[in-house]
């Protein structure tokens, strides 16, 4: 079964304090790897799209990775605004040639001044 | 550009009711998916429509039930609702392929009294 599971389910920093967020996936057969951004109430906000492993993008102070078997979400010199739950969310090969996203449940980042 | 929009905001309803919920997909996008997410959950997906006929469906009861209009827009339906059917409604919207990126609109939070 597609599963996807991130770490840590929540994480403080102070601003400017670098750090990684790691997403693990086990799926049938990929076809992308989906960062969002999720502010409290409202719906996920895209970030970045990685189709193969090796490849990196990058937003602002925001860099996604991708391995075979994991993302990390790398947050360089965050702010207070970088204060979200972020998303990660495989998209399988599906048979019938439609899609779907199978997301994880997701890391509070808290950002402190 | 508009983006992903929905209807209603927020929405109460008592157990045993019915509900529909609104979606209408970012100019360009002819695909409509739905996701249902519990409170500190990742969304989980629901069903996906294109050109009106749903073409694949997550692990939701028959009591939810979905549309799509010629102008690509699309309501999702619940029957008979539960007190576990409270959650945050997620559209998202998309051109179809495979490599296309899923779009959020901002959700439809239902509450179950």
């Known amino acids: 079964e597609d599963q996807v599971t991130q770490s840590p389910e929540a994480l403080r920093l102070q601003e400017g304090e670098s750090s990684s967020l790691n997403c693990s996936y086990t799926?049938?057969?990929?076809?992308?790897l989906f960062w969002y951004r999720q502010d409290p109430g409202k719906g996920p906000e895209f970030l970045f799209t990685?189709?193969?492993a090796g490849e990196e993008k990058e937003k602002e102070r925001l860099k996604a990775t991708l391995t075979k078997k994991e993302s990390f979400l790398h947050i360089t010199a965050p702010k207070p605004e970088d204060s979200a739950t972020y998303l990660c969310?495989?998209?399988?090969?599906?048979?019938?040639?439609?899609?779907?996203?199978?997301f994880g449940t997701g890391t509070r980042l808290l950002v402190s001044p | 550009d508009a983006g992903v929009t929905q209807s209603p905001t927020h929405l109460i309803k008592t157990r045993g009711q019915q509900v529909t919920l609104r979606c209408s997909p970012k100019?360009?996008?002819?695909?409509v998916s739905w996701y249902q997410q519990a409170l500190g959950q990742g969304p989980q997906f629901i069903f996906q429509?294109?050109?009106?006929?749903?073409?694949q469906r997550g692990n939701f009861p028959d009591r939810f039930s979905g549309h799509q209009f010629p102008n690509y827009s699309s309501e999702l339906n619940v029957n008979a609702l539960l007190l576990g059917d409270s959650a945050l409604y997620l559209c998202?919207?998309?051109?179809?392929?495979?490599?296309?990126?899923?779009?959020f609109g901002p959700g439809t939070r239902l509450t179950v009294l």
């Open positions: 799926v049938s057969g990929l076809r992308g």
């Open positions: 998202a919207s998309s051109r179809q392929g495979s490599t296309d990126t899923q779009y």
């Open positions: 969310a495989v998209r399988p090969v599906m048979n019938t040639g439609f899609q779907k996203l199978v």
């Open positions: 429509y294109y050109e009106e006929e749903e073409r």
């Open positions: 100019s360009g996008h002819d695909t």
């Open positions: 990685l189709y193969s």
